[in-house]
């Protein structure tokens, strides 16, 4: 250390709205930067010439769907495609609509559409109260009357293996609890048992066996992406990607705890286990702009924010950025550090009066 000069606090590392993720053994070199930003570019270039395969994983989240929207956006905008898209629930719902026109002008009409939907769209009220319907004999709250014209609105084409992207959504068998993935067949009703929320939504029959929603057994497939050959994944969470419990005061609160306990675990577990040659890209959404399941108000909220946050995140991945956290490499001081406010990352998840 220089004579006089005195070394400060060590800076924090501010966290990703999402991280990037490698085998344990793995490094990536690319340089940080404006040359770091080209290097990537070129590399990337290289890779499409090699194929390398791409994937999207679209995972789960309900009303929160809409944020994958924006995580879109910024993808298209860096001109990174996917050779193969995997969805579950409301992931495979957009999954499909990405699949149907890939491009730009395609996802602009997926935000449009989201931002055209009301409660009413998906969870009619009727004449009997919603919660009175939750403890009638019946096999959901609401009809899927709904949500199947969203999904008959949003797509292109007739059959899973008609789309211009390879498709695969995933449901849960309720006559044996498997997985159950689905790459042909009629796209409408497939996707309808991807998303067929459990007591909100009914089974969906496909060739004599009821399917429910995919998120129950397996809600960010990351996997499938892996076990298909896929080296470069793009993840697009509805939520934050370390979920926090809140001390429940209900028991339905205590049940749908161990849910999302259960759900983030399984996908900590995958991130953990990343095989060597596969990098993992995970864009989330931190933000809380809506609490109930059918709340469908903050549309634009969410999509400010998924974009936002996959923009900082694909930032830091062009720089050769590894992990969730933001290294920050102090610059030497000229006298004794004084502390002073953390350094920041850019961008935050936009607020709600902030949202454009």
């Known amino acids: 250390m220089a004579d006089g000069v005195t070394a400060g606090p060590a800076l924090p590392m501010p966290s990703l709205p999402g991280g990037v993720f490698v085998a344990p053994s793995a490094r990536r070199t690319t340089p940080t930067g404006a040359s770091g930003r080209w290097l990537a570019r070129h590399r990337r270039t290289r ?6 395969r791409t994937a999207f994983v679209f995972a789960g989240g309900g009303s929160r769907g809409s944020a994958q929207i924006g995580m879109l956006q910024a993808l298209v905008a860096r001109d990174i495609t996917a050779d193969a898209v995997y ?40 004449r009997v109260p919603t919660p009175l319907r939750f403890v009638q004999q019946r096999e959901a709250v609401h009809a899927n009357d709904g949500v199947r014209r969203i999904i008959e609105e949003g797509i292109g084409f007739e059959r899973l293996e008609q789309s211009a992207v390879p498709l695969e959504v995933v449901a849960t068998c309720l006559h044996d609890g498997r ?51 896929a080296e470069r994944i793009f993840v697009l969470l509805c939520g934050p990607m370390h979920f926090a ?112």
């Open 47 to 52: 890779v499409l010439r090699r194929r390398v």
């Open 87 to 126: 969805g579950a629930s409301v992931g495979a719902i957009n999954a499909a609509g990405y699949c149907s026109q890939p491009n730009a002008a395609g996802i602009d009409r997926m935000a449009e559409r989201w931002r055209s939907i009301t409660r009413d769209d998906v969870f009619p009220q009727g």
């Open 179 to 229: 997985t159950q993935w689905f790459t042909e067949g009629p796209a409408v009703e497939r996707i309808l048992a991807s998303a067929a929320l459990p007591a909100l939504l009914p089974p969906v029959e496909i060739d004599g066996e009821a399917f429910i929603d995919g998120g129950v057994v397996d809600n960010v497939p990351v996997g499938r992406a892996i076990s298909e050959g």
């Open 245 to 356: 419990p809140h001390r429940y005061r209900r028991p339905v609160e205590a049940v749908l705890t161990a849910f999302f306990i259960a759900v983030h675990a399984k996908f900590a577990r995958e991130l953990e286990r990343v095989p060597e040659g596969v990098e993992v890209i995970v864009f989330t959404v931190d933000t809380e702009p809506v609490s109930r399941y059918n709340d469908f108000s903050a549309t634009d909220t969410l999509i400010a924010a998924g974009r936002a946050n996959a923009n900082a995140v694909l930032d830091f991945w062009e720089g050769g950025g590894v992990g969730d956290r933001v290294g920050i490499r102090p610059q030497p001081p000229l006298r004794a550090a004084v502390p002073g406010p953390a350094p920041t990352m850019a961008p935050a998840p936009p607020s709600e009066d902030q949202a454009v």
